[in-house]
């Protein structure tokens, strides 16, 4: 299986658009594959029975033998169906029918199979999917609520089900020879883990006249039981199994749920009027509650990410408010994220949540996303940890089970795009390498996929105190309205890839991982590539850089720093063995593809996005750093470093082009490839070196005044997979207005713009 990892390119504070699914046609499904060349284990037919369906339960004996005695000659008939669609479906819902006479349920607590092939599911995290299963297995409430809408002929936006409500689904092949049921299905099942953090896995059903086969989906894997025969009586006592499994799932999280609808009037205000009219209840967006390790619940404002399935499995969501224990309303709080991830066991004490308590083991590191609280979920017995269902048959030592555990972060940071001009973006940059340097430095921790999303603006009255300079330190010296004594005006987030050194094998260094469009090259490509390009001379700073710096940090590490690239003699070839390693210069080049993209997306204030005569070469710069793939021989992005400075501003917005010499200098700093040096350099020798680029450049705009504000809320029309999303929150916690100057355009939940984001695990 593969060891990546969609990101969706989405940091804690923000979202990316997705769309969703594989295709329904064999022809296309194959191309756009969420499976992505993996093959579900497939299991035993009894053995799934035990494991996931709760065969050895003595009480569900009987109810299996009345659905033998009632349904098989039903299930038998089906060979011969003129309608299996229909057919199933009326099967399924006689054996629920019996399920709730046979356990005394009431009538809103039986499971219903709904046909729903006509129009997708609604309201996915995601935002966008094509998914149309056949059947859906949700609660009698929901169905009746969908089911009056079609028959009063409603409008078609509130005849779907949203993601939400959804238990289960049933792919049938009427007789289509569809090659790819099982992939669908999969894809759906991967789609509903994203849509469900109440639900550990899911369940699904592929059928045809003949035969059928019973899916499991959770954070480890997917897993498809045996093909069984409609004829066999074995057959049938699953199926029964599979219905009391909708109606007692095997494992859920206690600690999440959705809000009652009939509450739904008292959510917050991110809530549209359209959300908060009273539409009926299976359309309704999920308001989703979360409970911390002391019981406080909070409200969710928005889901800003979904991981991909079968990894860590992330899932990301704000929240501006809290309710206490015992308390009946919900009350306003400060701004947080809570992080849901499923973490390997095997590697707990390596996981996010273990890197960041280390980072902030002695107090708060400043520039690092503050840890709140964490821990691990509680199982839904009450009893131990919430962990994914194990079967040893077919996992052996192959994969490793996980365990849910919740970060809930401060959540007031803000969206890179939330700088108000570009000497406030480039400020925020000089401190974010710098917080990378004193992070590996001081705490033996290399970050590994920094971009876009995972660099944010430090709310304005943060006053995290640090050690070292901060760029407003170094600028105070020389320029009054710059305040010194803030801490850095970076939050880095996002530390599901970092190494940790002596936690963590050093052989893990040589592994690929990151955010394609952002991830150095080296990195990418692993550390074969034989440019010999020289580096060039630390910048000699001059003028109000030169003497800042000097105040700042004197003139002894000045003269020694200036000096780092004085040998420019290089390797032939490949970099040796030893030198194959991710190291701390590959994440400042990652801070040189932030730049680049936030330059060639941004807008200045008040300007007219139609008035942009240069936004169609922003376009080719910007597919060249989003279409990069890991180890992709054909990377576009090698080109950028050879424009010049002419040549970048007629990719700039015509208000920014004073900056096309700025990304020459960066451009020229970062080009080589450092681990070819005959020489072995120092760990920080390009964090020094792209640092008194962007002073040099800082110090220039102040001097002379030429700042430039840039819009908060709209960036330019170049087509970017990273364009503004309305789940941007504002301090206040309310929806920003729509940031891009273009519709978003809908990301794939197979495959994003800029490629799926590699983890280790």
Known sequence: MSSSSQSSHSSYYDSSASSATSSHHCGETHATSILDGHVPPKVPLTVFDAALLDA??????????????????????????????????????GISQLYQEHYGLASPQRV???????????????????????????????????????????????????????????????????????????????????????????????????ACSIF????????????????????????????????????????????????????????????ASPNP?????????????????????????VGKPWTHRNWVAATTQRRAVGAKEFTDCTRMVIKDCWSTMSRE??????????????????????????????????????????????????????RKHRLLLDGTGKDLYACASVADFLMVMYDAIDVLRQLHERRGILHRDISIRNILLAPDNAGRQSDAKAIQD?????????????????????????????????????????????????????????????????????????????????????????????????????????????????????????????????????ADPSDDQNVSSGKVVCNKLESARMGDIGDLRFSLFNISARSWTSCLHPSLHGFGRLLASLAGVVQPLYELCEEELPPYHLHEAVQRVLLAEMCRVLDAK???????????????????????????GNPAPDRSSRKRRALSLIRSGSGPRRRLS
Request: aromatic share 8%.
């Open 56 to 93: 050895g339960t003595e009480g569900l004996k009987a109810f299996t033998d009345k659905v033998s005695e009632r349904y098989t000659t039903v299930a038998r008939d089906l060979v011969d169906s003129t309608d299996v669609t229909f057919d199933i479906m009326r099967l399924l819902n």
């Open 112 to 210: 219903e199979f709904i046909e729903h092939s006509h129009t997708p599911l609604i309201h996915h995290p995601r935002k966008s999917t094509v998914m149309r299963p056949s059947l859906i297995a949700v609660s009698s409430r929901v169905a009746q609520s969908y089911l009056s809408c079609r028959r009063d002929g409603e409008a078609p936006d509130i005849t779907a089900v949203a993601w939400h409500h959804v238990l289960a689904a049933v792919y049938i092949d009427s007789g289509t020879e569809d090659c790819h049921l099982a992939d669908r299905c999969a894809s759906f099942l991967g789609a509903l883990n994203q849509a469900r953090p109440d639900m550990s896995g899911s369940l699904a059903l592929t059928t045809t006249r003949g």
């Open 216 to 275: 499991w989906s959770d954070a480890t894997d997917i897993y498809s039981s045996h093909p069984a025969a409609w004829t066999e009586n074995a057959t049938l006592a699953s199926i029964a199994r599979f219905v009391h499994r909708l109606h007692t799932p095997l494992a859920v999280d206690s600690t999440v749920h959705l809000q009652d609808p009939a509450h739904v009037e008292a959510a917050p205000t991110y809530l549209s009027a359209a959300d």
């Open 281 to 305: 209840l299976h359309g309704k967006e999920p308001v989703w509650l979360v409970q911390d390790d002391r019981g406080v619940e909070y409200r969710i404002s928005a889901v800003l990410d």
């Open 349 to 402: 004490d390596i996981a996010e949540s273990a890197i960041l308590e280390h980072i902030h083991a002695d107090g708060e590191f400043p520039g690092v996303c503050r840890v709140l609280s964490s821990f691990r979920v509680p199982g839904s017995d009450g009893t131990g940890y919430l962990e994914s269902v194990y079967l040893p048959d077919v996992q052996g030592d192959r994969l490793a089970g996980r």
């Open 474 to 606: 170094v600028l105070a010296y020389k320029y009054p309205s710059v305040q010194a004594g803030q801490g850095p005006r970076c939050v880095l987030i996002d530390f599901d890839n970092a190494f940790w050194k002596d936690k963590m094998s050093e052989s893990s260094l040589q592994t690929a991982v990151g955010t394609p469009a952002f991830v150095a090259r080296s990195v990418s490509h692993e550390f074969l590539l034989e440019n010999q390009l020289p580096p060039r001379p630390i910048l000699k700073l001059g003028g109000s850089a030169k003497e800042c710096y000097l105040y700042a940090y004197g003139e002894e590490r000045y003269n020694a720093l200036s000096s780092l690239h004085d040998h420019r003699e290089m390797l032939s070839g490949e970099a040796p063995e030893e030198r194959r390693l991710h190291a701390p210069r590959h994440d400042v080049e990652s801070c040189f593809f932030v730049i680049l993209h936030f330059f060639i997306t941004a807008l200045p204030a008040g």
């Open 706 to 732: 030429e700042d430039v504000a840039l819009d908060t809320h709209r960036r330019r029309a170049v087509d970017s997979v990273y364009d503004g999303s309305p789940l941007w929150l504002l301090p206040d």
